[in-house]
């Protein structure tokens, strides 16, 4: 067996629909709007994106939020977990909302909802209560959401072809966001020791964020194109007959992998004696954004599939860069890595999952998508934390072994994906 990843110019698109159905006849009317994408309106969004991202890049810290109202990295796994099922569960459905009332009005509906299940969670008193796994999944669907329907928004102005550099241009304030979030929350901790003090102030901090971002999107979609009503198939039938699965199986490893560290580096470094997490936020999102704008027009000219192989292949080397570490500054090695691995796979993986689906199905195509990443994270938190607290009593280095399984299982992936020949894309 062998890793086959050729640089040939050729089509943006890598997956194959499981059934077929008869495809439109014309794209969404109004749906190209921008020759470049970069105008008002983009930028916009762009710094609706960062901001959002930048609240989101604080919930580094949401171990802190748990262990403050008296929970274990157990439960700390299942509250995580269990918090995607929200975002899982409704992915879909507002990915159909999206192609039915329009990507910018449901990307202020979730902002606006984001911004309160932050601050629902100042409100919680134990991390055992269903209270937090309510306020926890409110939260990830409403992020779904805004990222599911801020992707669609920009991918919807642009021709196809140009989709995975605006998707990957628009992720740029995402590492920008990733960058800052985790920043500002070790300042945080840094200028008080009390946990309760310290997570209050996180919170709020964060939910201002949002609502900040919420007005950047209403000024971005005010006057943005609501789709015409037509006779539209089951939610059900589309979603099987364009699924392309070995996209999917990729997406779920991408989402596990970069949920992970956000997850669990935080008690992993405490274990270790480690500093803030910042430190490894700002090196993987600068390097992720560097890699981001220096790749920009590959994916245009070479295709999807070599940079998701590739990808996949840094993402894998990045968790074995975990083992050897015993310092702060160990940590820049597997955050560069990942961080170039985040910025190659997240655009590519998009559009060649998205590009199986004619254009008036992108918004249930994105949704798809990002619920396969969730996935990833729905399966590997709680998985990840009940093998550490089986680990731990047996084991003193129960990170490392999680670490090492981490990489066999996305090495394993990497070469079923490499082996499995390309598909077409869908007619729009």
């Not at 086959?4 to 190209?32: D, N, Q």
């Not at 159909?96 to 449901?106: F, K, L, P, S, T």
């Not at 609502?211 to 015409?228: D, G, K, L, M």
């Not at 590519?348 to 998205?354: E, I």
């Amino acid at each position: 067996m062998h890793l086959s990843i050729r640089l040939t110019p050729t089509s943006p698109h890598a997956s194959t629909p499981a059934k077929t159905v008869p495809p439109a006849t014309a794209e969404v009317p109004g749906e190209v709007q921008s020759e470049s994408g970069y105008d008002r309106v983009f930028w916009l969004g762009y710094l609706s994106n960062g901001l959002t991202t930048i609240a989101n890049g604080m919930m580094v810290r949401y171990s802190d939020v748990v262990t403050s109202l008296g929970g274990d990295e157990q439960q700390l796994g299942l509250i995580v977990g269990c918090g995607m099922v929200g975002s899982i569960a409704i992915r879909l459905f507002q990915g159909d909302a999206v192609d039915r009332y329009g990507a910018g009005r449901i990307w202020r509906w979730s902002l606006t909802l984001y911004s309160i299940s932050l601050l629902m969670h100042l409100l919680l008193t134990t991390a055992y209560s269903p209270a937090i796994f309510l306020a926890r999944m409110m939260m990830q669907a409403s992020l779904a959401g805004v990222f599911g329907s801020s992707i669609t928004f920009v991918s919807l102005r642009v021709r196809p072809q140009k989709m995975a550099e605006i998707i990957g241009t628009l992720g740029t304030s995402g590492f920008m966001g990733l960058m800052l979030g985790p920043l500002i929350s070790d300042w945080l901790a840094s200028l008080n020791s009390d946990p309760a003090q310290l997570v209050h102030r996180m919170l709020t901090i964060a939910a201002a964020f949002a609502v900040i971002s919420v007005a950047a999107t209403w000024f971005a979609t005010q006057n943005s194109f609501v789709p015409p009503r037509h006779d539209r198939p089951s939610l059900w039938n589309v979603v099987t007959s364009y699924h392309p699965l070995m996209i999917s199986l990729t997406a779920i490893a991408m989402g596990a992998g970069f949920a992970i560290p956000m997850t669990f580096l935080r008690p992993f470094s405490a274990e270790k004696g480690l500093d803030g997490v910042g430190t490894f936020f700002a090196v993987y999102a600068f390097t992720g954004l560097v890699a981001r704008l220096a790749s920009r027009s590959l994916f245009e000219r070479f295709g999807n599939r070599p940079w998701i192989i590739v990808g996949m292949i840094l993402l894998t080397i990045s968790y074995a860069c975990y083992l050897p570490i015993t310092r702060t500054l160990h940590l820049i090695y597997p955050a560069m890595i990942a961080g170039v691995a985040h910025a190659l796979l997240f655009p590519s993986v998009m559009s060649a999952g998205t590009s199986v689906f004619p254009r008036r199905y992108l918004g249930i195509a994105t949704s798809l998508i990002l619920t396969m990443f969730d996935v990833g994270t729905f399966l590997s938190a709680p998985l990840v934390g009940i093998f550490l607290s089986t680990a731990k009593p047996i084991t003193p280095n129960a990170y490392g072994w999680m670490f090492a399984a981490v990489a066999v299982t996305f090495a394993v992936i990497t070469v079923t994906f490499s082996l499995t020949p390309p598909g077409r894309r869908a007619d729009p």
